[in-house]
């Protein structure tokens, strides 16, 4: 059965500037050389001709270095397929949809956020559903798959922060 997970990230910048990081390349570049996978790409970056961007990164983490949960249900390595959107900045927001999958496992993840003001910044509220249809373990893993998206949220927030510092 699918679980739900819901997150929060607060960045350092603005809406305004967190969006255009979202929007930009090179930022995405940027972060996939910091990826902790072993092979990372940016398939595809595309604007939508409405002030927002389509991206498509893939990263592949070798056999040696999955948890060993993961191991034992997929062999080799794996390779993860992240397609984001990020639409326009309207009325100072800005709304994200995100699908991501591993081609040839019976799973997937699919969310949306929106990112808004707060008084120090901008906050990314961010809610996720994730589904493995493995019998009797596909809950095990969704657990432990939302427990590292919360992860991944934290470390790409720290990322946005410190890149949107840098370039201020």
Same mark, same amino acid.
């Given at each position: 059965m ?7 990230a607060?960045?350092?910048?603005t ?8 929007c ?8 996939l050389?910091?990826?902790r996978?072993?092979?990372?790409s940016?398939?595809?970056f595309?604007?939508?001709g409405?002030?927002?961007t389509d991206i498509?990164?893939?990263?592949t !983490?070798?056999a040696?270095?999955?948890?060993a949960i993961?191991a ?11 397609e984001?959107?990020w639409?326009p900045l309207?009325?100072g927001?800005a !709304?994200?949809?995100?699908?991501s999958? !591993?081609?040839?496992v ?6 949306s ?15 996720a559903t994730?589904?493995?249809?493995i019998p009797?373990?596909g809950?095990k893993?969704e ?8 992860y991944?949220i ?9 890149w ?5």
């Amino acid at each position: 059965m699918p679980r739900t997970f819901d997150m929060v990230a607060d960045y350092l910048g603005t809406v305004a500037q967190v969006h255009r990081a979202f929007c930009t390349k090179d930022y995405w570049l940027d972060r996939l050389a910091e990826a902790r996978a072993d092979v990372s790409s940016l398939d595809s970056f595309a604007d939508d001709g409405q002030g927002g961007t389509d991206i498509t990164t893939v990263q592949t !983490v070798f056999a040696a270095g999955l948890p060993a949960i993961a191991a034992q249900f997929h062999r080799g390595d794996l390779t993860l397929v992240r397609e984001e959107h990020w639409g326009p900045l309207t009325d100072g927001q800005a !709304v994200a949809a995100v699908r991501s999958r !591993v081609p040839g496992v019976p799973g997937s993840i699919t969310g949306s956020g929106v990112l808004t003001s707060t008084a120090d910044g901008a906050r990314l509220k961010f809610s996720a559903t994730v589904e493995v249809r493995i019998p009797l373990l596909g809950g095990k893993l969704e657990e432990m798959l939302g427990q590292q998206m919360r992860y991944l949220i934290e470390l790409e927030q720290k990322f946005t922060s410190a890149w949107i510092a840098a370039r201020s």
